[in-house]
T-cell receptor, first 111, second 112 residues
Framework: EDKVVQSPLSLVVHEGDTVTLNCSYE??????LLWYKQEKKAPTFLFML????IEKKSGRLSSILDKKELFSILNITATQTGDSAVYLC???????????FGTGTRLKVLA | DGGITQSPKYLFRKEGQNVTLSCEQN?????MYWYRQDPGQGLRLIYY???????QKGDIAEGYSVSREKKESFPLTVTSAQKNPTAFYLC???????????FGPGTRLTVL
């Protein structure tokens, strides 16, 4: 059975801290891995990763994929209260084009 | 503005009633998806459709039905057979290939 596991489930940090969120996966036909941020309602897209070892970066956020060890990390540096959200990891499979989501990591950044 | 709309935003239903959640997109996307999200959990796939007039069951399709008569529309019916329908429902769409999914704002369904 295809599955995506995120850790930790929740995290509380103070502004300025750096956090690393983890996503591991076991899927039959990997196509891509995606990260989303969900604050109140609809998830918003952060990154899509398809190749190992290539870091994607957007401001204070970055992500990298390891297809050999089957995991990805999402780093957030110099955290701000606006980073408080649930961060979702999803893996898209080829063939069926389904997206399999992890349970998410709830991040709370304290001022 | 291009995007995905879902209606209603909030929906209350009595036990035993069927309800239909609307999802419309004007992004010209081929694929559309319905997910269910429960508190503290990720998104679970209910149904998805890659093309018009075709759709597949996801992981938790029991008690739900869908139709895809038009490219831009993918309504979800929550039937009385769904044992625990109270949840947040998200619709998403994307083009085929290596693309991110775009999400609608969601419908929060509460069964009274």
């Amino acid at each position: 059975e295809d599955k995506v596991v995120q850790s930790p489930l929740s995290l509380v940090v103070h502004e300025g801290d750096t956090v690393t969120l983890n996503c591991s996966y076991e899927v039959t036909n990997f196509r891509s891995l995606l990260w989303y941020k969900q604050e109140k309602k609809a998830p918003t897209f952060l990154f899509m990763l398809t190749s190992s070892g290539i870091e994607k970066k957007s401001g204070r956020l970055s992500s990298i994929l390891d297809k050999k060890e089957l995991f990805s990390i999402l780093n957030i540096t110099a955290t701000q209260t606006g980073d408080s959200a649930v961060y979702l990891c999803a893996v898209q499979t080829s063939g069926t084009y389904k997206y399999i989501f992890g349970t998410g990591t709830r991040l709370k950044v304290l001022a | 503005d291009g995007g995905i709309t879902q209606s209603p935003k909030y929906l209350f239903r009595k036990e035993g009633q069927n309800v239909t959640l609307s999802c419309e997109q004007n992004l010209n996307h081929d694929a559309m998806y319905w997910y269910r999200q429960d508190p503290g959990q990720g998104l679970r796939l209910i149904y998805y459709s890659q093309i018009v007039n075709d759709f597949q069951k996801g992981d938790i399709a029991e008690g739900y039905s869908v139709s895809r008569e038009k490219k831009e529309s993918f309504p979800l019916t929550v039937t009385s057979a769904q044992k625990n329908p109270t949840a947040f429902y998200l619709c998403a769409s994307n083009n085929a290939g290596y693309n991110e999914q775009f999400f609608g704002p969601g419908t929060r369904l509460t069964v009274l």
